[in-house]
């Protein structure tokens, strides 16, 4: 019994082990292959790499009046759409209410996932 156990044990190991061997030389090949593909984006000056976090929050950063106005142009469209609610047809309700479904489905999602997959209470 011992005997086919360790037989067992020691063809799991082998089997294991080239497993492994064969999905790593896998990794590393789509590895190189990935590296290779993209060397133009790789930064190699050490004094550009300091600069890059910087660079991309301060571009991020710049482009807050653009959002801004965007949401004022949303907001403009929502008020007037709220001005003349008395004149909306049966299908854009319906739109509306699809939409406000979905959200609430999207968050009751949300929420069960932050409690770890519970329907009642939080972990506390």
Not at 23 to 29: K, L, M, N, P, T
Not at 95 to 116: K, N, P, S, T, Y
Request: charged share 25%; with cysteine.
């Amino acid at each position: 019994m011992a005997a086919t156990a360790r037989a067992l044990v020691g063809r799991a190991r082998t089997t294991a082990l080239s497993l492994w061997q064969r999905g790593s030389s896998v990794a590393q090949e789509q590895y190189a292959k990935t590296m290779k593909e993209n060397a133009k984006y790789v930064v190699k000056d050490p004094e550009v790499e300091k600069v890059l976090l910087k660079q991309w929050f301060f571009t991020k950063l710049s482009k807050i009046p653009a959002t801004a106005a965007q949401v004022e142009q949303e907001a403009a469209a929502i008020r007037e759409a709220w001005g003349k609610r008395n004149e909306l047809t049966v299908r854009e309700v319906g739109v509306a209410g699809m939409f406000l479904a979905e959200l609430i489905g999207w968050f009751c999602i949300g929420e069960i996932v932050g409690r770890g997959f519970t329907i009642v209470g939080y972990q506390v």
